[in-house]
Structure formats: structure tokens, C-alpha cells
């Protein structure tokens, strides 16, 4: 049976993760209360980050600007978008 949780983003009981996406609170604190489309909703926004600001994993600051940019994403609120990009419409 599917784990399931009430999604802090989407506001639905949801599928969640199957473990931790990474060690300690935050990670827990993701695991309990983040979905599984969330989550994926988070890499693909990530990744697009990543490429058209051309952050540098490597980088201190790159990381802690995609850590900032989750905790937004996850919370609801206005976060960072690649310049020129429209959300397909649905």
C-alpha cells in the first residue's frame, strides 16, 4: 500500500516519497509533508534553474540559492523562474 500524505504544496492526501530525499530535518521535514508530483513538480523546476541560470553545483551560494528557492516552492510562495519562461497553461 502506498504511503500517503497531505501535501504542504499541492493541499491534497497525496502518494509521498518513499524515503527521505536527503539526510536530516529538511529532509524528514519532506518526507511528511511533500507529495511524490510535488517532489517531481520541484526536480523539473530545479533542473531548469540549473540550466538557464547556469548555477553551478559546486558553488556555495548556487546551492544555497536552490535551498532558499525549495523552501519557497514548497511553502507557496513566489519563487524563481528561468527568464521568459510561461507555465503551460492547463
Not at 530525499?21 to 524528514?28: D, I, M, S
Not at 523562474?81 to 510561461?86: F, L, M, R, S
Amino acid at each position: 500500500m502506498t504511503r500517503t500524505v497531505t501535501c504542504r504544496k499541492l493541499k491534497q492526501e497525496l502518494p509521498g516519497l518513499d524515503r527521505p530525499p536527503f539526510p536530516g530535518a529538511k529532509g524528514q521535514d519532506i518526507f511528511e509533508h511533500i507529495s511524490r508530483q510535488a517532489w517531481e513538480d520541484w526536480q523539473k523546476h530545479q533542473t531548469m534553474l540549473i540550466n538557464e541560470k547556469r548555477l553551478n553545483m559546486m558553488n556555495g551560494e548556487d546551492r544555497k540559492f536552490l535551498q532558499t528557492e525549495m523552501d519557497k516552492f514548497f511553502a507557496g510562495e513566489e519563487y524563481a523562474q528561468a527568464e521568459g519562461y510561461v507555465p503551460p497553461s492547463e
